[in-house]
T-cell receptor, first 111, second 112 residues
Framework: GQSLEQPSEVTAVEGAIVQINCTYQ??????LSWYQQHDGGAPTFLSY??LDGLEETGRFSSFLSRSDSYGYLLLQELQMKDSASYFC????????????WGAGTKLIIKP | DSGVTQTPKHLITATGQRVTLRCSPR?????VYWYQQSLDQGLQFLIQ???????AKGNILERFSAQQFPDLHSELNLSSLELGDSALYFC???????????FGSGTQLSVL
């Protein structure tokens, strides 16, 4: 079957660095996306990795290792506003480039 | 603002009723997706349309249907509503096929 695994909850301290991991098992792979969702809000796109390596966008970075079927989202200099749920999603090719979603990681930031 | 417009923002109805949710995608986006999100749950993909045609189906119930019109706006019809259909329904759009989705602010459906 197809599945994505990510931790259900991660706690970190304001100003620190946190890494949210995502491992996947899918039929075909075209890329790994990350989305952020605040409580009651809409998911917003953060990043998309199609190739191995690290992509940096400001305080957020996303990493992909296709050989390990693994990726992570790295958040640096954590701010209280980063408290949200983070979803990884794989764009896979067996069924028309559909997105397979993880269950989401709730990031709790403490002052 | 993602550029995706969903109406209404809130909808309260009774069991057995039928409702229609509306979505206008970002200008130029050909793909429209519908997702359901129950309280504290993940995103459940329902259905995708691309340029007016159904492209993919997810876990969409037979009581639910959708369509995309020539002007690319989309409607999601939910009928014979049950208490368990209460959820946040999101529409998203993208230029192509799932490379980057832009989500609307959602419709909060409450079935009483």
């Amino acid at each position: 079957g197809q599945s994505l695994e990510q931790p259900s909850e991660v706690t970190a301290v304001e100003g620190a660095i946190v890494q949210i991991n995502c491992t996947y098992q899918t039929s075909g792979f075209y890329g790994l996306s990350w989305y952020q969702q605040h409580d009651g809000g809409a998911p917003t796109f953060l990043s998309y990795n199609a190739l191995d390596g690290l992509e940096e966008t400001g305080r957020f970075s996303s990493f992909l290792s296709r050989s390990d079927s693994y990726g992570y989202l790295l958040l640096q200099e954590l701010q209280m506003k980063d408290s949200a749920s983070y979803f990884c999603a794989v764009r896979e090719g067996s069924s028309n480039y559909q997105l397979i979603w993880g269950a989401g990681t709730k990031l709790i930031i403490k002052p | 603002d993602s550029g995706v417009t969903q109406t209404p923002k809130h909808l309260i109805t009774a069991t057995g009723q039928r409702v229609t949710l509306r979505c206008s995608p970002r200008s130029g986006d050909l793909s429209v997706y519908w997702y359901q999100q129950s309280l504290d749950q993940g995103l459940q993909f329902l259905i995708q349309y691309y340029n007016g045609e159904e492209r993919a189906k997810g876990n969409i119930l037979e009581r639910f249907s959708a369509q995309q019109f020539p002007d690319l706006h989309s409607e999601l019809n939910l009928s014979s509503l049950e208490l368990g259909d209460s959820a946040l329904y999101f529409c998203a759009s993208s230029p192509g096929q799932n490379e980057k989705l832009f989500f609307g602010s959602g419709t909060q459906l409450s079935v009483l």
